[in-house]
């Protein structure tokens, strides 16, 4: 077995672009002596025979149509619908502002953090290529969005309204408010034509509201969660309006599926991930998961990573009706940011975390450090290095520090940041999301503990049909200061 799951690349195959580094996982690395024992990942071992029963469980799902997600890289006709709309409609704009929350935006976000790069909105048209700034309104924050409808001209703006359910009231409330303001801009008429919607394909007041006004809107398909939207017309929409080779992204994710079922573990890297990280939570009293990318770019991606183990795997029942309470905790750091304000915690506090690391090998920009003022130490080596290089040394010294101080840690490589790498770890991370599942037992797709704090803010604000929670006085006892 060995500690490193490659892309196999077979001949004739793009290169490799998406592998796992897990040695320091597994004890051998670990001087202290905790970590997975490698034996058990090998066949006939324990966690080989876990992961096939996950495997098993995920097929059921797959056939039981549960697992909507996995058919999006083969939806040849959703792509080519969010292209078609992407080309005409969406480039009549100068702003796109995508309008959503949780699995409605997050991964959008993630997809154009990291594919159209840092400062997006802030270049000129030429420099963006005449695509649309691209804006993600997400909390109801008055602040926010009243600077935000300040900056963008309605006139000139489209608003790609997201929602499967159609009643989340953060995002209806958001609604309502832009639908106000592009009328008063453009009048109610012209108004209709600054709305994209993304729902359910039958359900809900946003498919209504589009078949009454003509407004156009795309599917969310029935099987497809919010946070497994990504590769759905909710991440493709947003993406293919900022340019992104939507056939790439697909390309990468379908790739990362054929991996990922493969019944050999040691060539299964959501297997792995699942498996070892399971292991860490149960067994080696590691319940945190710190996703940690050393690329400004992937920020996002930890925060998408962030929902998507949260809310899947934190449940309060098992699949077979007993109570869990189970499920770890995800984090997202940025390197080397957080070295300098998590990193501490890591080292010395407590020993129930594993830190995932992201790579990108090839940086795409290379920036070098010039050679100045040779006679000041803390200046003059760092001569000559690259920015990359230096992010690059210092994600190695964190993670050899943090296998020092036995502290568990795996490194996913990217190697580079494409659409198609990108498509593969937003699939690599979805599947393993769902072994995760089966191996704490739960499912992964609800989210009854959201639904119910849905619940009581429609019956807080007097929602037709819902009943208002009866709130604890926050004072009672009185305790405030
Ligand atoms: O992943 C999920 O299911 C949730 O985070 C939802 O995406 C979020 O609650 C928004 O729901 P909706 O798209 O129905 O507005």
């Not at 704009?93 to 976000?109: A, M, N, P, Q, W």
């Not at 108004?191 to 729902?199: D, E, M, N, P």
């Not at 795996?410 to 979805?430: I, K, N, P, Y």
């Amino acid at each position: 077995m060995t500690p490193t799951h490659d892309d196999p690349s077979p001949e004739g195959a793009p290169p490799s672009r998406v592998s796992l580094a897990y040695a320091n996982l597994l004890g051998p690395a670990m001087d202290s002596g905790g970590g997975v024992d490698p034996l058990r990942l090998a066949p006939g071992g324990d966690l080989d025979a876990r992961f096939a029963e996950a495997l098993g469980v995920f097929h059921e799902r797959e056939a039981a149509g549960e697992l909507g997600f996995v058919a999006l890289p083969g939806d040849a006709e959703a792509r080519d619908t969010v292209q078609e709309l992407a080309d005409s409609f969406g480039q009549w704009f100068e702003d796109l502002v995508v309008v959503g929350i949780g699995g409605s935006t997050l991964g959008g976000r993630a997809l154009a953090d990291a594919l159209l790069g840092s400062h997006w909105n802030d270049r000129t048209p030429d420099e963006r290529e005449h695509y649309p700034r691209i804006h993600f309104l997400e909390n109801p924050d008055p602040d926010t969005v009243t600077a935000l409808l300040a900056r963008v001209d309605p006139r000139t703006t489209l608003f790609n309204v997201i929602s499967k359910s159609g009643s989340t009231a953060e995002t209806m409330a958001l609604f309502l408010v832009i639908e106000e303001a592009v009328e008063a801009a453009v009048g109610p008429e012209k108004a209709r034509g600054h709305f994209l919607f993304t729902t359910d394909p039958e359900d809900g007041v946003l498919r209504r509201l589009a078949r009454e006004r003509g407004i156009p809107a795309l599917s969310v398909p029935p099987a497809v969660g919010g946070r497994f939207s990504v590769l759905s017309p909710v991440g493709l929409l947003p993406a293919a309006v900022g340019g992104v080779d939507l056939a790439e992204l697909l390309g990468g994710a379908g790739d990362m599926l054929g991996r990922c079922r493969s019944p050999r573990l040691a060539e299964n890297p959501a297997g792995l991930l699942a498996v070892l990280l399971h292991a860490a939570d149960r067994e080696l009293g590691a319940p945190i998961h710190v996703m940690m990318p050393y690329a400004d770019r992937l920020r996002s991606l930890a925060l998408w990573f962030q929902q998507l183990w949260a809310e899947s795997l934190g449940k309060a029942r098992r699949t077979d009706g007993t109570s869990a309470g189970t499920g770890p905790t995800p984090l997202a750091a940025l390197g080397a940011v957080d070295q300098h304000s998590l990193l501490q915690l890591f080292m010395e506090g407590p020993a129930d975390k594993v830190v995932i690391f992201l790579r990108v090998v090839e940086a795409g920009v290379s920036v070098t450090i010039p050679r100045r003022h040779p006679a000041e130490p803390a200046l003059a080596y760092l001569g000559g290095h690259t920015l990359e290089s230096l992010l690059e040394a210092e994600r190695r010294a964190t993670a050899e520090a943090l296998r020092v101080a036995g502290r568990l840690s795996a490194t996913l490589e990217l190697s580079r940041l494409d659409a198609r790498t990108l498509g593969g770890v937003f699939m690599l991370f979805q599947v393993a999301t769902v072994l995760a599942g089966a191996l704490y037992g739960v499912n992964p797709l609800d989210q009854p503990g959201v639904e119910a704090g849905k619940g009581f803010t429609y019956g807080l604000l007097g929602r037709e049909g819902s009943t208002a929670p009866t709130l604890r006085d926050e004072d009672e006892g009185g305790f405030r200061a």
